[in-house]
């Protein structure tokens, strides 16, 4: 039997440039460097444009929220009944996330948390009780309480004397 060839070998073939043919590759690479930067250039614009867009939107349905619709909303509690104000402060609340960025920070720092346990920190930050949040959500207090469990576990203070609301607050 005779010995193979190492895999690690490389086959080394000659390669015969001729100049013009050189000159003109060389030339052709330099064209689509100056290209490639062009395009790079104008897609960074592209997304400054953007950005600044999306800022400029931010900004208006900030002020449309804040100046607009928490009026209307005082306004109406104004003549509501009890539970009929805690629907307005609800939906009042969900506004104000839809402004901050509580959740989308508490989505992105914890993935783990399904949307109705960050509807629950929600809710927890902004004061709610668990008995409120049950007959607002159509759950059990018992079924509040497990998910309050579950919230500590995920947020990594189960095991420790830490205020739950407290803790979202700070986030």
């Not at 000659?14 to 290209?35: A, D, S, V």
């Not at 930067?37 to 997304?47: F, G, H, P, V, Y």
């Amino acid at each position: 039997m005779g010995k193979a060839n190492p895999p690690n070998k490389t086959l080394k073939l000659p390669i015969r440039w001729k100049g013009k043919e050189f000159e003109e590759l060389e030339e052709k690479l330099k064209q689509t460097e100056m290209f490639l930067r062009e395009k790079s250039t104008a897609l960074d614009q592209i997304l400054n444009y953007l950005e600044n867009e999306k800022r400029i939107v931010q900004d208006q349905v900030l002020h449309n929220v804040h100046n607009l619709l928490f009026p209307t909303l005082e306004k109406l509690k104004r003549k509501a009944t009890n539970i009929e104000v805690k629907y307005l402060d609800l939906i009042q609340q969900n506004l104000q996330k839809l402004t901050d960025s509580f959740g989308r920070s508490l989505r992105s720092g914890f993935p783990q948390l399904t949307l109705k346990e960050i509807e629950i920190c929600n809710m927890i930050r902004n004061g709610f009780v668990s008995k409120d949040m049950a007959f607002l959500l159509k759950i059990s207090h018992l079924t509040v309480e497990a998910h309050r469990h579950q919230i500590r576990k995920k947020l990594g203070i189960s095991n420790q004397k830490t205020n739950l609301a407290s803790h979202l607050q700070s986030l």
